[in-house]
């Protein structure tokens, strides 16, 4: 006769398996929990299972997905962390088990009108911090076990993971779309000049905080920006477009770059408190023959100029924008920009590495850029300095004032 306590083993591994197949690695996160809560109900023998994710700004959990509870998901019901049976998961992050359904533990209506009799419920947890309730359901008096518990444990564990990815996937191809709307696709085409740019991506998911922008003024003058928000993602990105169209719009009022910078400094600190931000703004004159420009905790521009030897722009550099300090009234250098003259913007990614202080990499680049077109600065520059892997972001904007014809 076959020990009942290797039956019970073989029994329960097939329920282990059940949930941890990797055929579900497969799935989208939306047909995964469709599919887990199909088999939970299967292996637990249960009449409803539903997951319920937490919105962390309202602090409320959110009905998202249902098995037997279908109505939950289409009434978009909700409950505060602490209330009723979910709640209470979500505030002990323990798991809850109800043996007897009374309207004094179960706030939910849609649980009480379909007369559900017993409750167990566990948290969900994505690395290490909760984001949701995934509990099950009998029209039946039942008493769930210490190995029920434990089952339903690991299939919320695995929900997690989905949804884990499932924001992850989110957030990085909505910040990835952001992105690619706000680099420009094409640098403008400005008589006596040309230009080139460079943007490569220092961290996994291929999103940064790093811009340039080019656009031209009225008044005929052509502003130039390069600039880095810190962190990645959509949180990155989302800033940088804010930022990014701040300074368009400054930039429409300010013949001065500090003064727009000054603006924006104010913005920044107002509207997205504790984000530091660094930016480099420089104007072109309409005849092209002088650069007005300002830098905000931004490294300095390199400037070659024909039969001289290239040299970091002569400007101070005054506080990053965003650290909520009133700082002293920010300056700004102008200097010549004769023809055949080449002004390289950068952000520190392509000077800036690991054991090695960033004097190093600036004077590199300083013997990098030569008076040429600007392609070729551009492809020499990122040949010699550019990583296969960067740790930061590279952005790079190369402007070169054409020869005067003879």
């Known amino acids: 006769m076959a020990d009942p306590g290797l039956i019970q083993d073989d029994e329960r591994l097939r329920r282990i398996e059940a949930v941890t197949d990797a055929t579900l690695s497969r799935l989208d996160a939306a047909d995964l929990f469709d599919e887990l809560l199909d088999r939970v109900r299967d292996l637990l023998d249960v009449d409803t299972a539903a997951i319920l994710l937490l919105d962390t700004h309202a602090q409320q959990l959110v009905a ?11 009434r978009g019901f909700r409950v505060s962390v602490g209330r009723g049976f979910a709640g209470r998961i979500a505030l002990t992050r323990q798991p809850v088990v109800i043996e007897e359904v009374t309207p004094d533990v179960v706030v939910n209506p849609i649980l009480l009108a379909m007369g559900l009799r017993s409750l167990l419920g566990v948290p969900m947890f994505a690395r290490g911090e909760l984001i949701g309730v995934l509990h099950v359901g009998t029209l039946r008096h039942r008493r769930f076990t210490t190995d029920d518990v434990r089952l339903l444990q690991l299939v919320a564990d ?16 909505a910040a990835l779309a952001l992105q690619r709307s706000l680099l420009p696709t094409q640098l403008p085409d400005v008589p006596g000049l040309e230009m080139a740019a460079r943007y490569v991506p220092g961290h996994v998911a291929g ?3 790093d811009w340039y922008d080019v656009f031209t003024l009225p008044s005929g003058w052509l ?7 810190s962190g990645h993602g959509l949180q990155a990105a989302v800033i940088m477009g ?3 169209s701040a300074l368009r719009a400054y930039a429409l009022v300010c013949d001065d ?34 650069v007005r420009l300002s830098a905000a905790g931004h490294l300095r521009p390199v400037l070659a100029v024909p039969d001289q030897p290239a040299a970091p722009v002569p400007v101070h550099v005054d506080p990053p924008l965003g650290t909520g300090r009133r700082p002293p009234a920010r300056k700004h250098a102008e200097v010549d920009f004769p023809p055949g003259a080449v002004l390289v913007c950068f952000t520190d990614g ?7 202080v960033i004097d190093v990499g600036l004077g590199q680049l300083v013997e990098l850029v030569r008076p040429a077109p600007a392609e070729e600065v551009c492809a020499t520059v990122m040949g010699a300095l550019g990583t296969e892997q960067p740790t930061d972001d590279i952005a790079l904007l190369v402007v070169h004032r054409l020869p005067t014809p003879p």
């Open 350 to 356: 392509l000077v800036e590495r690991r054991r090695e």
């Open 158 to 173: 695995r929900a997690s993971q989905a949804n884990l990815a499932r924001s992850h996937n989110l957030d990085h191809n």
């Open 242 to 244: 804010r930022v990014r």
């Open 223 to 229: 502003g130039l920006v390069i600039g880095d928000v």
């Open 64 to 74: 998202t997905a249902a098995k037997g509870l279908e109505e939950e998901v289409r």
């Open 207 to 209: 999103i940064g905080g």
């Open 257 to 290: 770059p500090a003064e727009a910078l000054t603006l924006l400094d104010r913005k920044v600190g107002h509207f997205e408190a504790g984000n530091l931000t660094t930016a480099l703004y420089a104007m072109i004159s309409p005849d092209r023959t002088r």
